[in-house]
């Protein structure tokens, strides 16, 4: 944004102060943030225990003490290409209307909120700190007919965001070779079956790059893990070691 842009924006904020797009609550002029911190504070955050590799929170820890190596019984059935994925939290409540205003409503600065979650994630989950090496942070490319409508891919300005946090590059790895039906309504097997042969790496891609990399594969939302597991595979093919996956919301 330009001087006279800033300026612009500046006698708009005096004049009409921005407000949370959740609450509705008055905020400072020239706050960058689009939700109060009141509301972000009050985002329902998945705490542990949970399982080792999904994330997936169990409900006691009773069931994680019967739990085959504490992995939750749909890591243990289906299994998946990345190695653990973690999320903020579940896609409900005040975390599922923030998402649907970024991706539905081109409220796009909300990436570089969602950001520092995602990034504390990495470093306490991950141990994705400033000492680790050969991290890189990608996402899982969007849809282009969807790309087409909504004009932004989510996932890539939450991974750019959250890279710049992380302190690490972010590299557009992965492209989608055919598109797909919704996944919306089909069940697991299904959703596996519709993600075969759906992703590649780019053709520009240096394979040198990804050789023993960790890879931070970052979405907004995951359901069944169908899509980044599909992704994973792709990356590891490539030579990474290992992909880790980190989203907003799990379904």
Known sequence: MGYLGRIIGAAIDFLIPPKCLLCSASMKIGDPQA??????????????????????????LTTLAHSPAHVCADCLENGHHYDMARAIGAYEDSLRESVHLFKFQGFTKLARE???????LATDEFGVDEDARNVVVTHVPIDPARWRTRGFDQAMLLALMTAECLGKPHADLLERAKETRSQTGLSARERRRNMRGVFRIRPKVAREELKAATCILVDDVV???????????????????????????RS
Do not use: Q, Y
């Open 114 to 120: 969602f950001a520092p979650h995602l990034a504390r």
């Open 223 to 249: 359901t069944t893990g169908s899509t980044a597991s599909a992704c994973a595979r792709e990356l590891k093919k490539a030579g990474a070691e290992a992909v880790h996956l980190l989203t907003i919301c």
């Open 35 to 60: 939700i109060c911190t009141p509301c972000t504070d009050a985002f329902e955050r998945f705490e542990p225990p949970w399982c080792p590799r999904c994330g997936n929170p169990f409900g006691s």
